[in-house]
């Protein structure tokens, strides 16, 4: 028992990979010191800027590959309006933690009203975008969205914890399951938003935060060939991985969704290349 006069033992932290609804270290092993964001703090001398942080390996990226295709088709079939309820209650929790964010309060304001707009879209948009097509015959000829299904999302990290909940939440709402690539300098925030996914009711497997060498994850990302879309801001990366990206993404006839950054909300339009259009024929 420690008395008042004595140290206290620094728990140091780890951060881990957020993984099937679970949190995991790497099967590398591998840890990266990071030196944390937010200032320190006086504790008996010690030094509180120990932050470790888990890098996802290959092997970890195809792991979360499995789970998060047996989770998309359940994803998907739910409501457009249960999905809305799991991401406002996602909003819920991010503004309920904020204190817990290294960042400023208005960031995570910013990135709450992000989610709530994104919620909003969920029993909106498969109405704006599908439709009713005239056809010469006597027939009902109508199309419908359904997901693209397993996403790869590389938000800007100059964006923050705006672009992570900008490239999940896009990406959710319309049904698909995601994988978030993170900076390893950015782990203290990717656990505090991995802490608030993990109580806000969003099934294991749906998303998936890996803290990594973004590019270096990516390249092995580019050769999965069971990857439907990669959600890329270009800022991420650089002009040679940017290419590299584009040249496997239509050798296997992956989708790229390039988007400027977060600053402003996924239009409709980009939402629809989150998607596919299904034609059904029916007989009138």
Known sequence: MIGPSQTRILVEKTIKLYVGGKFIRSESGRVDRITPTRPPTDNAGADPRDIYVCRASRKDFRDAMELARK??????????????????????????????????????????????????????????????????????????????????????????????????????VMGNTVHLFVPLESGELAAALSEALATCDMPGGVVNVLTTDVTGLLEWANHHDDLDAIYLAAAAIDDDALKATQLEAARVMRRLILVDGAAQPASALTLQRLAEVKTVWMSS
Request: hydrophobic residues 45%.
């Open 71 to 172: 989770a998309q088709a359940g994803w998907a079939g739910r409501s457009g309006y249960n999905r809305g309820q799991i991401l406002y209650r996602l909003a819920e929790m991010l503004e309920d933690r904020a204190e817990a964010f290294p960042v400023a309060r208005e960031q995570v304001h910013a990135a709450v009203d992000r989610v709530v707009h994104h919620a909003g879209w969920s029993d909106k948009i498969s109405s704006l975008l599908s439709s009713l097509n005239p056809v010469a015959t006597a027939h009902v000829n109508y199309s419908m969205l359904r997901p693209v299904g397993v996403v790869v999302a590389l938000p800007d990290p100059a964006d923050g914890l705006l672009g992570m909940v900008e490239a999940l939440s896009a990406a959710t």
